[in-house]
């Protein structure tokens, strides 16, 4: 069974940074396509960035020149850099796996291993 582990969240003035983690076990990451969403009180779960087997990234343009997304084979983790975070980045944040392709458009349904979510808070 693969089980994600988000870490790395918390609150921040806004033009900070931050660093999610998303530590993946029960298989490879090789074996999947992998997505970062967010979702706000109120609001549809939405994309923010995926990263296919091959290496592509893709990125919603909302966070565009400021988010990026990577993986580390080794440790078996997805990461997630946030700079510039703005107060309407404030969500819970979510990293998700696919066997196959993937897109940032994918809907929640698509994708078929969730981790628990990591709360981020930009304040202004």
């Known amino acids: 069974q693969v089980q994600l582990v988000e870490s790395g969240g918390g609150s921040v003035q806004s033009g900070g940074s931050l660093r999610l983690s998303c530590s993946v076990s029960?298989?490879?990451?090789?074996?999947?396509?992998l997505g970062w969403h967010r979702q706000a009180p109120g609001n549809e779960r939405e994309g923010v960035a995926v990263?296919?087997?091959?290496?592509?990234?893709h990125y919603a343009d909302s966070v565009k020149g400021r988010f990026t997304i990577s993986r580390d084979h080794a440790k078996n983790t997805l990461y997630l850099q946030m700079n510039s975070l703005q107060p309407e980045d404030t969500a819970m944040y979510y990293c998700?796996?696919?066997?196959?392709?993937?897109?940032?458009?994918?809907?929640?349904?698509?994708?078929?291993?969730w981790g628990q979510g990591t709360q981020v808070t930009a304040l202004s």
């Open positions: 998700a796996a696919r066997r196959g392709h993937c897109a940032i458009y994918y809907p929640r349904s698509a994708f078929d291993y």
């Open positions: 029960g298989d490879t990451l090789l074996n999947y396509c």
């Open positions: 990263i296919l087997g091959d290496g592509t990234t």
